[in-house]
């Protein structure tokens, strides 16, 4: 099974700042490296696929980077909707594995 | 539009069974693999089992592998989750998920039903 690693498990920022969160992969997985979003009491939305790109709908200020077994996802100006937990997951092979996820809390 | 909409979650006594429903529209559901993925309270994401667009494929996390069974039903648009042997730990919010044909991330999800396994 491919093993998820996440860092960090949580981190505290304020609205403006820059957000990295960092998702790395057990064997490489090309690019089969997905981002979702969650806030609490509900389902997870997708934010980007394919390692960098973005889904529709979803802002701008977001992106993703990485391929083979290191991953990336910016949040380029951190908003007040963003506070939530963030999980990457691979779409590579079976079982689908998702990391342990990162809370972005306020600072 | 696209909807998921789970059912069938509830108490369940430890080594009992549920039957989990999910009812999908606002898409062509014969075409697109689907899954099953669950949440413990306050933890994180578990994939559970999928199942490709005509059941031809069909995978298990090895923590559920012999106890559940997933199913589809595509001339009701529907998606289940048999779950037998049910324990503690399979206590969770369960959500159903539809796969992208683009490199399969999850482009959609269910609000999710929740199963309490408890005595």
């Known amino acids: 099974d491919i093993q998820m690693t996440q860092s960090p498990s949580s981190l505290s920022a304020s609205v403006g700042d820059r957000v990295t969160i960092t998702c790395r992969t057990s064997?490489?997985?090309?690019?089969?490296l997905n981002w979702y979003q969650q806030k609490p009491g509900k389902a997870p939305q997708l934010l980007i696929y394919?390692?960098?790109v973005l889904q529709s709908g979803v802002p701008s200020r977001f992106s993703g980077s990485g391929s083979g077994t290191d991953f990336t996802l910016t949040i380029s100006s951190l908003q007040p909707e963003d506070f939530a937990t963030y999980y990457c997951q691979q779409s590579y092979n079976y079982p689908r594995t998702f990391g342990q996820g990162t809370k972005v809390e306020v600072k | 539009e696209v909807q998921l909409v789970e059912s069938g979650g509830g108490l369940v006594k430890p080594g009992g069974s549920l039957r989990l429903s999910c009812a999908a529209s606002?898409?062509?559901?014969?075409?697109?693999?689907m899954n099953w993925v669950r949440q413990a309270p306050g933890k994180g994401l578990e994939w559970v089992s999928s199942?490709?667009?005509?059941?031809?494929?069909?995978y298990y996390a090895d923590s559920v592998k012999g106890r559940f069974t997933i199913s589809r039903d595509n001339a009701k648009n529907s998606l289940y989750l048999q779950m037998n042997s049910l324990r503690a730990e399979d206590t969770a919010v369960y959500y159903c998920?539809?796969?992208?044909?683009?490199?399969?991330?999850?482009?959609?999800w269910g609000q999710g039903t929740l199963v309490t396994v408890s005595s």
């Open positions: 998920a539809k796969d992208s044909r683009v490199w399969s991330p999850v482009d959609y």
């Open positions: 606002g898409f062509t559901f014969s075409s697109y693999n």
């Open positions: 199942i490709s667009s005509s059941s031809g494929y069909i």
């Open positions: 064997e490489t997985i090309n690019s089969y």
């Open positions: 394919a390692a960098s």
